[in-house]
């Protein structure tokens, strides 16, 4: 009777652990925080190649950055060959109200971005040799911390831009003919 017992609770221990260890969240699966992008970038800009940095913070603009209250519109990267280092300037990332006056951070300061130094030293000397800028394109969160999608742009004329506005036009006007045929 009692090795019955022993041997059910350890049955169902392991049925327990087997069934929780399926509802647990997958890597593949979306995290629900906010994606904050900056569609100004990719508008202005002609991104020729991207790299994926962390972002150092703190405290309330981590909470802020959750809450999706950040601007990238105006945000540049600066690039150090010597020493290697990456420096975001003009992203603004709102004051976190629950904070206390005391705990908040600037809104518009340098923040540090984290990548390896030979990336650092590639996507500044190619950033450099075509006389490009580096900007930033993505702000999301990879299990549980932030990234920053960087990329290499070169500024777009007039008239590129125009031919943008055409081609999303014609694919627009496109999408709409075969899903009103359906």
């Known amino acids: ?48 190649d991207t790299l994926e940095c962390g972002l150092k913070l703190v405290g309330t603009e981590v909470k802020s950055l959750r809450l999706g209250q950040a601007s990238l519109a105006e945000g540049w990267i600066r690039a150090q060959v010597e020493p290697p280092e990456f420096a975001l300037l003009n992203v603004t990332i709102a004051e976190y109200p629950p904070a206390g006056m005391h705990r908040q951070h600037d809104p518009i300061r340098v923040r540090r971005l984290l990548a390896h130094s030979r990336e ?3 996507m500044a000397t190619a950033a450099r040799a075509i006389g490009a800028t580096l900007v930033p394109l993505k702000i999301y ?17 007039q008239h590129d831009k125009r031919q943008d506005l055409a081609k999303r036009e014609d694919r627009r006007d496109m999408d709409r003919a075969t899903s009103r045929r359906r």
């Open 120 to 122: 650092i030293v590639k």
């Open 1 to 48: 009777m009692f090795e019955w017992m022993v041997r059910s609770i350890k049955q169902r221990r392991v049925i327990w652990i087997v069934s929780h260890m399926s509802k647990r969240k997958k890597d593949s699966e979306a995290d629900h925080s906010p994606v904050i992008e900056n569609r100004k970038a990719r508008f202005d800009y002609a991104i020729t």
């Open 141 to 157: 969160w990879v299990k549980g911390r932030a990234k920053i999608l960087i990329g290499i742009g070169l500024g777009k004329k």
